[in-house]
């Protein structure tokens, strides 16, 4: 039988890609397609709206028929407003919206309680990899090794740095026993000093349509190491996602991540 899901946010850019995928894959069936209030093409088929023919699915505000699973790119604001819907129906959640605050992540904690949540800031299988490669780089190199991490979004990105980003510099952190709050720097201005010697620079750069570049470096006194991921699509991201709904579905209620899909 088909998992069954509903999409937030799918008119958006990602929302507008997920259900397109959703419907070329034998094992899932779209059957909720879920906008903001006021959205110009509400109760209109999203098959229709996104020029993929009818669906049988109108555009609405909230979720229609039984849903397994709701797959979130949308944007901290609507997600916030699907979260207890989501409880309520006992729907199970992959969210792969970033910009995310920490009233943000306890509600989704508190969710959890009582659905299966899958919390990714990059649903990409590669970013994925990347967040398990750069522990172990950080692990193996040891002190003496200075790290920045560059990431590079499209123009209309409206939270930096990157939600991936800030995840490596967790992971790398987590590794090397740095703290987030005063090892980290976001870009440097002025007469800064001298580099000190834990400190984790992260640059966003925002340019034109890219989709998503991540470059981490590792650098001393005689070499250099740089762990690149280049996002192509949009699609990667909604792989990942599709890949996260098949392995939530009919989970026991708990906060996961990407890493659990990929052991």
């Known amino acids: 039988m088909a998992i069954t899901v509903a999409v937030n946010g799918a008119c ?32 209109k088929d999203i098959g229709a709206i996104l020029g993929l023919g009818n669906l049988g699915v109108l555009l609405t505000t909230e979720i229609e028929g039984k849903a397994d699973v709701l797959i979130d790119f949308s944007s901290p604001e609507a997600l916030e407003k699907r979260i207890d819907n989501c409880v309520k129906k006992g729907v199970a959640m992959v969210i792969g919206t970033t910009g995310l605050l920490d009233s943000h992540h306890k509600k989704l904690q508190q969710a959890s309680k009582s659905i299966p949540c899958l919390v990714s800031p990059n649903m990409s299988i590669g970013v994925n990899l990347v967040f398990d490669i750069v522990t172990q780089v950080s692990k193996a190199l040891g002190e003496g ?6 990431e590079t979004h499209h123009r209309f990105k409206k939270d930096a740095p990157s939600g991936t980003a800030l995840r490596i510099a967790e992971r790398i952190c987590e590794a090397t026993k740095r703290d987030m709050k005063t ?3 976001y870009g440097r201005q002025g007469i800064t000093g001298e580099r000190p010697g834990k400190q984790i620079g992260i640059h966003a750069v925002r ?25 192509h699509s949009r699609d990667t991201f ?26």
Do not use: W
């Not at 005689?222 to 991921?229: P, V």
């Open 183 to 185: 090892d980290v720097v």
């Open 238 to 263: 909604v792989r990942g996602a599709i890949r996260a709904a098949k392995f939530i579905a009919g989970k026991p209620p708990g906060l996961y991540s990407m890493q659990d899909v990929l052991r």
């Open 207 to 231: 340019l034109g349509d890219t989709i998503g570049d991540h470059t981490v470096i590792f650098s001393n006194l005689g070499e250099r190491i740089e762990i690149n991921h280049r996002a």
């Open 12 to 43: 958006g850019r990602m929302g507008s890609r997920v259900v397109a995928l959703v419907c070329e894959n034998k094992d899932l069936k779209l059957v909720s397609a879920l906008e903001r209030d006021g959205h110009p093409s509400l109760k």
């Open 145 to 150: 090794f200075d790290i920045e991490i560059i």
